[in-house]
């Protein structure tokens, strides 16, 4: 069965700072999707970045950068540069490469706190 | 802001009751999905519809029940009401609800049910 695993319930990160979330997944489907939300304490689902299975290169959108290590079935994000408004709750997630289905199944998510 | 509207907001009601969230996807959009979230269980995928077919069903209760307008907009039902149903409920919606499409989520459904 598909699996999402955030294994760090909360992080702390310096303002200006790099952070690294985790995420590794569990999948027998050769084709897959791997996407990150973020969810601000005002409750809303926001996309942030999106890599496909079969993409060679890492997927990058602004300050967020996937890092995709497919033997590893891993997809951590990487976020350059925080802010104080990234301080959020950040989920990952896997689309099933099978069933025709859009469904995403989602990690346990990980608390990120930017500190000032 | 998404472009898909969940209504209401908030919803306060109490154990037995049956209570009805509402949804209108994006424009363009044919399908769309339900998800709970919960302090214990997370985010839990309930149902997909697509152009008011059921496409894949996920840990959605018997008397928990969905549909798809012809509008497209969509209902999620949930009756005999228990108070672990307390949750925010997510519609979201995506074009064709196919593999690997990004979804787009609305703001919620906070249910309370006391």
């Known amino acids: 069965a598909q699996k999402i695993t955030q294994t760090q319930p909360g992080m702390f990160v310096q303002e200006k700072e790099a952070v690294t979330l985790d995420c590794t997944y569990d999948?027998?489907?050769?084709?897959?999707?791997l996407f990150w939300y973020k969810q601000p304490s005002s409750g809303e689902m926001i996309f942030l970045i999106y890599q496909g299975s079969y993409d060679q290169q890492n997927a990058t959108e602004g300050r967020y950068s996937l890092n995709f290590q497919k033997a590893r079935k891993s997809a951590n994000l990487v976020i350059s540069a925080s802010q104080l408004g990234d301080s959020a709750m950040y989920f990952c997630?896997?689309?099933?490469?099978?069933?025709?289905?859009?469904?995403?199944?989602f990690g346990q998510g990980t608390t990120l706190q930017v500190k000032p | 802001d998404s472009g898909v509207t969940q209504t209401p907001k908030h919803l306060i009601t109490a154990t037995g009751q049956r209570v009805t969230l509402r949804c209108s996807p994006r424009s363009g959009d044919l399908s769309v999905y339900w998800y709970q979230q919960s302090l214990d269980q997370g985010l839990q995928f309930l149902i997909q519809y697509y152009n008011g077919e059921e496409r894949a069903k996920g840990n959605i209760l018997e008397r928990f029940s969905a549909q798809q307008f012809p509008d497209l907009h969509s209902e999620l039902n949930l009756s005999s009401l228990e108070l672990g149903d307390s949750a925010l409920y997510f519609c979201?919606?995506?074009?064709?609800?196919?593999?690997?499409?990004?979804?787009?989520f609305g703001s919620g459904t906070q249910l309370s049910v006391l």
């Open positions: 999948t027998s489907d050769p084709s897959y999707g």
């Open positions: 997630a896997m689309s099933p490469g099978s069933g025709n289905t859009g469904k995403l199944i």
């Open positions: 979201a919606s995506s074009v064709a609800g196919a593999t690997n499409e990004k979804l787009f």
